[in-house]
């Protein structure tokens, strides 16, 4: 028997621009979890896949403090949705 070692959930480019405007500005996940009112545990998530991107009142703000152009974080926003359409599993009818 095997196990396999690939992630499930594999980073988006939404978290990854998150991700490494903040790690460049030397911001801790807490601390910019605590600057938009997220828990970090979520922020981390949406960083590495697991979870979800924002809804779009809360990129605003994510923008503004990681001094991210709102149209590349809205693209970055738009690329994950596309991929996650694209490799979603299409529901069988019963």
């Known amino acids: 028997m095997s196990l396999s070692l690939r992630d499930p959930y594999p980073r988006t480019p939404y978290g990854l621009l998150i991700r490494d405007r903040r790690v460049a500005q030397g911001k801790s996940i807490r601390q910019l979890a605590l600057l938009l009112g997220v828990s970090d545990v979520r922020l981390g998530e949406v960083e590495r896949g ?9 990129d ?14 809205a693209a970055a926003r738009e690329r994950t949705l596309l991929i996650a359409s694209r490799d979603a599993v299409p529901e069988v009818a019963p």
Request: proline share 4%.
């Open 50 to 58: 697991r979870r979800r991107a924002f809804d779009e009142a809360l």
């Open 60 to 73: 605003a703000d994510i923008a503004r403090f990681l001094r991210i152009e709102p149209r590349e974080l």
